[in-house]
């Protein structure tokens, strides 16, 4: 649908707010609102408990919900200690935001829900008589911060800064209109990507079940099966291998530990893959670094074309899948936390690449991997130690030739819901700004 623009118009005054409707009030953040800055959290002043109040630090913003609010508590403060150290109890219609590093970049600004604290690396506005607090979170997600830090540094802004800020706001009617449009609009927009995203989740699952079940039981649907007596190593095909570890058909070779001094005349300049560079969708080579390798010990590290690469932790839901390595970029070795899968000639690399994308793999790393919160590590020996049925070779090659067409079809599917995601995504931001900048005249719809 398209929208109409305002019959009226001036100039704002400020670069970045361009033109603005007529009827509108230009003036600094100052004028509309004042700022508060957050606090560190008292750990000196833990235990007590009485009227306790939310304590939000600067990575709940990225939890926000789709509506804008801060739902999610990291911690909590009674507010007898946050008055002894001069924290701010800040009130239900606060608007939060990051006023320090990629957070602030990113924009992640929301509204509270409840009575909270906020920590030391965000900033509060709480709107006056003249913004509703619903129009206030519109209107600070407009700012161009990238606009106003200094460049080189570490981004930031000043309470400061932002009360000199111009910005432009219509009549509070007009206010409430805007909202309630765009409260409306989105919600539509958002469902849409709802759905888009369930169906990328379901198109992930029939993607996953489709490989285990072909890694694991093969393409021939009337085969005999049979149990190797190990729980985590489901039945297979009686001619298949039973129960074979990987380090009996594979070598894991470690890679370069890095500052190691190296005598620059015995040195070589390389590149090395990090653990940036492998992810489960394949090898991203958008940014890879050299490093000085001391020549005599070079060929211990060298990739080669069909390794399997392998990273030595990370998030949990992705420790133990592999991609393959294709010879890239020649020379290539790889750094100490990523490990080199290299394959005999039993088992053919992509057949390994496709297992350890299944969920026998994901359940055996899962419960060997030395765990953290949300991070998990394996090692060489526990990565060798992977257990699992093996078809003959000729069997592996079908199944590959089987599963790199289903998995194209599903990946094209998966990429073209995410292109409808980033289109929708794009137009809701887009939508946002025009109606809050006054680019588009909603009255007649709001």
């Not at 099966?225 to 001619?239: I, K, L, N, T, Y």
Request: proline share 4%; glycine share 8%; with cysteine.
């Amino acid at each position: 649908m398209t929208w109409s623009p305002y019959p009226h118009y001036k100039d704002a005054g400020a670069a970045w707010l361009g033109e603005i409707p007529a009827h509108w009030t230009v003036g600094s953040f100052s004028k509309f609102g004042r700022f508060e800055g957050g606090s560190g959290f008292p750990h000196e002043f833990q235990g007590e408990t009485a009227e306790e109040v939310p304590f939000h630090k600067v990575n709940a913003l990225a939890r926000a919900t789709q509506a804008g609010r801060l739902k999610s508590r990291d911690d909590t403060v009674s507010r007898a200690t946050a008055r002894r150290l001069g924290a701010k109890v800040l009130p239900a219609y606060s608007v939060v935001f990051a006023k320090v590093g990629a957070a602030l970049l990113l924009g992640r600004i929301a509204s509270l829900s409840e009575e909270s604290c906020i920590d030391n690396n965000m900033m509060a506005f709480l709107p006056g008589d003249k913004v509703t607090p619903e129009f206030a979170r519109h209107l600070l997600a407009q700012v161009r911060f990238d606009l106003l830090v200094n460049p080189g540094a570490v981004p930031s802004v000043s309470e400061g800064q932002m009360k000199r800020l111009l910005t432009a706001v219509p009549p509070i009617k007009e206010q409430r209109g805007i909202a309630a449009f765009l409260d409306r609009e989105t919600a539509k927009i958002d469902a849409l990507i709802a759905k888009q995203e369930q169906l990328i989740a379901t198109l992930r699952e029939d993607r996953t079940a489709t490989i285990t079940h072909a890694v694991t039981k093969g393409l021939d649907a009337d085969v005999e099966m049979v149990e190797c007596g190990d729980a985590m190593v489901p039945a297979s095909p009686m001619h298949w291998t039973q129960k074979t570890q990987l380090k009996r058909l594979a070598s894991v070779q470690t890679g370069l530990t890095l500052g190691k001094t190296v005598e620059r005349d015995k040195a070589v300049s390389v590149p090395y893959l990090r653990v940036a560079n492998v992810q489960s969708a394949g090898v991203n080579l958008e940014e890879v670094k050299t490093v000085e390798v001391a020549r005599a010990d070079l060929s211990n590290y060298l990739l080669r074309a069909g390794d399997v690469l392998m990273t030595e932790g990370g998030d949990i839901d992705k420790l133990g899948r592999g991609c393959l390595w294709s010879d890239e970029i020649s020379p290539c070795i790889h750094q100490n936390h990523v490990f080199a899968v290299r394959c005999s000639g039993r088992l053919r690399s992509e057949f390994l690449v496709y297992l350890l994308d299944t969920s026998v793999a994901r359940n055996y790393f899962f419960m060997t991997a030395k765990k953290t919160t949300n991070l998990a590590s394996t090692n060489s020996t526990t990565l060798g130690g992977f257990s699992f049925a093996l078809p003959p070779r000729a069997e592996q090659d079908r199944i590959v030739q089987f599963l790199d067409g289903r998995c194209s079809n599903i990946d094209n599917l998966i990429a073209q819901a995410l292109a409808i995601i980033n289109t929708l995504r794009e137009y809701r931001a887009a939508l946002i700004t025009d109606a809050v900048t006054g680019k588009i005249d909603v009255r007649g719809v709001a």
